[in-house]
């Protein structure tokens, strides 16, 4: 059994850095940026990596459904977050901002899933 309980802690705390950066009123655009692609980064680095032969057998393909919902999800955020900043610009940010805290508390649900998953 993977020791993963660290990893999702971290995973959880970027999400969460993330929405609270979305939540400033006065945010920095690039800032929220570079929070997008640490999420990305840290999924595709710690969790997207771990295969199917690495869990148990039985949980095999939930895990890989898992995987690929949140490999969606993590995608769409980044390419929300682009439309955000341009939605700064347009005046449109609120709609973009409960877009993306709708699909950040998402993406935390299913990381939660996944830690059961491993650890029930």
Not at 49 to 70: F, G, L, P
Not at 78 to 90: E, I, M
Request: charged share 25%; proline share 2%.
């Amino acid at each position: 059994m993977l020791s993963t309980t660290p990893v999702f802690r971290q995973f959880d705390r970027v999400i969460q850095s993330l929405q609270d950066y979305l939540e400033q009123e006065d945010v920095n655009t690039r800032q929220v940026f570079l929070q997008g692609e640490k999420l990305k980064n840290f999924f595709q680095q710690k969790l997207l990596c771990i295969t199917e032969d690495q869990v148990e057998e039985a949980i095999a393909y939930e895990w890989r459904s898992y995987q690929t919902e949140m490999n969606r999800l993590v995608k769409l955020i980044v390419t929300d977050l682009a439309f955000w900043q341009s939605a700064r610009r347009a005046g449109s940010q609120p709609k973009q901002t409960a877009r993306l805290q709708t699909n950040l508390k998402k993406l935390r649900e299913f990381t939660q899933a996944m830690h059961k998953l491993l650890n029930p």
